[in-house]
């Protein structure tokens, strides 16, 4: 198994901690090989962000670089309109549908309002990332909840792992009922 997944949006949407995330819980909490790289544009928000992330359970990655991802989460429409060529013809696209309008019609699309929920559920549109990967993980079980749940502790500012992990589980409740 090896699954490439490439997680993007704009800055401040928290993409590369998104990455940093699903990269641990692999590594860490799975005991799967994962490699993470990042790239983001100068600006400190708004700017184009993307996080890589692959996750395998062969002993090495001989290549870190995410090529044709096998998996597209997608927080912007700018992000998508750049990156969804890339993403492999049977591939799967999970992308916020507040701020998204997908149109590619040979891959798998699954919309999750997570900006939208953030903002009335839970009261902070930051963590929409993490409801994405909520869902992102119900959708495929690349890792256990549990796996993933812990790298979030380990990964969030102290004091926002309570809210964050609400997040997560709100992505995957919307994976759950089959998002939009």
């Given at each position: 198994?090896?699954?490439?997944?490439?997680?993007?949006?704009?800055?401040?949407?928290?993409?590369?901690?998104?990455?940093?995330?699903?990269?641990?819980?692999?590594?860490?909490?799975?005991?799967?090989?994962?490699?993470?790289?990042?790239?983001?544009?100068?600006?400190?928000?708004?700017?184009?962000?993307?996080?890589?992330?692959?996750?395998?359970?062969?002993?090495?990655?001989?290549?870190?670089?995410?090529?044709?991802?096998?998996?597209?989460?997608?927080?912007?429409?700018?992000?998508?309109?750049?990156?969804?060529?890339?993403?492999?013809?049977?591939?799967?696209?999970?992308?916020?549908?507040?701020?998204?309008?997908?149109?590619?019609?040979?891959?798998?699309?699954?919309?999750?309002?997570?900006t939208e929920?953030?903002?009335?559920?839970?009261?902070?549109?930051?963590?929409?990332?993490?409801?994405?990967?909520?869902?992102?993980?119900?959708?495929?079980?690349?890792?256990?909840?549990?796996?993933?749940?812990?790298?979030?502790?380990?990964?969030?500012?102290?004091?926002t792992?309570?809210?964050?992990?609400?997040?997560?589980?709100?992505?995957?409740?919307?994976?759950?009922?089959?998002?939009?």
């Open positions: 198994m090896r699954i490439e997944v490439r997680i993007a949006g704009f800055g401040g949407q928290g993409v590369i901690l998104a990455g940093v995330v699903l990269g641990r819980a692999a590594a860490v909490y799975e005991g799967l090989e994962a490699v993470q790289t990042q790239s983001y544009g100068p600006e400190a928000r708004g700017g184009a962000s993307r996080s890589d992330v692959i996750v395998s359970d062969e002993e090495k990655i001989m290549f870190p670089y995410v090529r044709e991802p096998d998996h597209l989460v997608v927080m912007s429409q700018e992000a998508y309109d750049k990156y969804i060529g890339d993403v492999k013809s049977d591939g799967l696209v999970v992308y916020d549908s507040t701020l998204v309008e997908p149109s590619r019609g040979d891959v798998e699309h699954v919309g999750v309002p997570a929920k953030a903002e009335e559920e839970l009261g902070l549109r930051i963590v929409a990332n993490m409801i994405m990967l909520g869902a992102y993980r119900e959708l495929t079980d690349i890792v256990s909840f549990d796996s993933l749940r812990n790298a979030v502790m380990d990964s969030v500012p102290p004091g792992e309570e809210t964050n992990e609400k997040a997560l589980r709100l992505g995957a409740e919307l994976a759950e009922g089959g998002a939009d």
